[in-house]
């Protein structure tokens, strides 16, 4: 284990190393303009001169509106690197997010002159910095005293999916952050040795108000990496920078996939990349098998959590190439310094091959973290690979039949005309509960009715799992991350069911 990771120095320090190694180097590029490593540190020095005047302590709580911008990439490494603590806010949506800010009551309120300017009418009482470019900060109002709740070795209040309720917030401390970044690696094979910037170029397209979009741009920063940031998704936006930078992997979480599979690109647009990693929501094994077919490129599906503070298991290469076949559809095994078992719900270890819940035990929040249990429903087969089966408190009982949501869905997607499928339970006065489907189609099929999906479905599903409404849209709700909103499906069908 590396000198500081006990006390979270580890990762501020190496910050602080790369930044400093060629100033006038590249370091992000956003919409055509690259943006330098002494820029990053200007942001740095800005805002610890702002929190200096303040006569702040450690972890001070910092609340930053993040949007894949400079700007916010640069506040973030700024907050980790002066000690205090990001508080990740969304500024999405205005009412939802000054209500958060009046909550949290946060001492200061970070972001880009434009957002900052929309919340100054919230009034959340902090002192607001708003961020011209990256190192022009300046303070547009003090705010008024009170007092500060400070989270010391805590590095950012990082915000969870909200893919079943509203969004929470995980206490991610710089140890843990050290420890996944630095620590025993699984992500690269180098960034053990010296700080030093590297060749290639990498292409973050996640959200930084999720773990996915913060952990890569740690990743790259902590690695000396030059990285292409996307203000959001597209297919044209993302396949341009793979053609001009041409990384050897990618990240794609699985609606991403899929719209890179259903596009018009050919194996020539994708020839750099060697592998593409897919994560944060459940991927088919229909569709990582085809984008394998169409671009010849392996889908290294991945498992991880915020609360566990990054990924715990995952596929490699070498498993690619040894058990992709006979390990269809399995997330893949643990990290190395990550353990998994699946338990009764009393608490009782199970056998290889048998369902249960879900415990980890994860490397990065250290040996004294114990073990964690999920609501997910896996099994763990006698090589250690884990399948996730879907999630116990989505489980629909329906007249004492249980159904999982995910391999309802799973069925209907196999329908050549959907694009995207949601299945969720819905209460019944005789039964209990009863699955009913929303369905998105893809662009060019043809006109769909709810019997042919459940004609189609009905061979590979007991009659009990066939949902009781198929309900289409045009295009299903999701979360900034890309995973289905729970919430706003269910209110679709709120009221419809006796």
């Known amino acids: 284990m590396m000198a500081g990771f006990d006390d979270g120095v580890e990762l501020r320090s190496r910050i602080d190393a790369i ?30 001169r702002i929190l200096d005047e303040s006569g702040v302590a450690p972890g001070c709580p910092v609340g930053v509106l993040l949007r894949n911008r400079p700007t916010a990439v640069g506040l973030l490494l700024a907050i980790i690197q002066a000690g205090a603590c990001a508080v990740a806010i969304n500024p999405d949506k205005l009412d939802r ?6 909550t949290l009551e946060l001492p200061f309120v970070a972001g880009e002159r434009g957002d900052v300017a929309t919340i100054e009418d919230c009034d959340p009482g902090a002192t607001l910095i708003a961020a011209e470019d990256l190192g022009a900060l300046h303070v547009v109002r003090r705010g008024e005293q009170r007092v500060i709740r400070s989270h ?29 970044l630095l620590g025993a690696k699984y992500y690269e094979a180098t960034t053990r040795e010296r700080p030093e910037l590297r060749d290639g170029v990498a292409v973050v397209n996640s959200p930084l108000v999720h773990l996915g979009g913060l952990f890569r741009i740690l990743q790259c920063v902590a690695d000396g990496r030059r990285f292409v940031l996307l203000e959001r998704f597209t297919v044209e936006s993302w396949s341009e920078a793979v053609r001009t930078y041409r990384p050897r992997t990618v990240s794609l979480v699985p609606t991403a996939l899929r719209m890179v599979l259903e596009s018009d690109l050919d194996r020539e647009a994708l020839s750099s990349v060697k592998s593409v990693v897919s994560g944060t929501a459940p991927l088919s094994p ?35 190439r040894q058990f992709a076949s006979s390990k269809r559809g399995s997330v893949g095994r643990a990290h190395s310094d990550c353990q998994l078992r699946v338990v009764t719900p009393e608490g009782e270890t199970l056998p290889p091959g048998e369902e249960g819940l ?17 609501t997910d429903l896996a099994r763990l087969d006698e090589d250690g690979f884990l399948w996730i089966l879907g999630r116990s408190d989505e489980t629909i009982i329906r007249g004492g039949f ?79 991350v890309g995973k289905p909103d729970l919430q706003a499906v269910r209110s679709i069908f709120e009221g419809q069911r006796p």
């Open 358 to 374: 879900l415990e980890v035990k994860a490397g990065q929040l250290g040996r004294e973290s114990g073990w964690i249990r999920t």
């Open 19 to 48: 930044l400093a190694i060629d100033p006038a180097a590249p370091a992000m590029e956003f919409k055509g303009r690259w943006h330098t490593w002494g820029e990053l540190a200007d942001m740095a020095q800005a805002l610890r």
């Open 402 to 480: 249980k159904v999982q949501p995910e391999e309802v869905r799973m069925a209907i997607e196999r329908h050549p005309a959907v694009g995207g499928a949601v299945v969720i339970g819905v209460p019944d006065r005789r039964l209990g509960a009863v699955p009913v489907a929303l369905v998105e189609l893809r662009a060019d099929a043809p006109p769909v009715t709810a019997e042919d999906v459940l004609s189609h479905i009905e061979q590979q599903l007991a009659r009990y799992e066939l949902p009781v409404e198929v309900r289409f849209v045009e295009s299903l709700p999701r979360t900034p």
């Open 97 to 102: 997010t000054c209500a958060e800010l009046r």
């Open 286 to 320: 229909d569709d990582a098998e085809a984008f394998t077919a169409h671009f010849g490129v392996p889908v290294l599906v991945a498992y991880a959590a915020t609360e566990f503070g990054g990924g715990v298991a995952g596929w490699n290469l070498a498993d690619y």
């Open 152 to 180: 010391p070795g805590v590095a950012v209040k990082m915000l969870t999916s909200g893919t079943t309720g509203p969004p929470k917030r995980i206490d991610l401390s710089t140890v843990t952050l050290s420890r996944a």
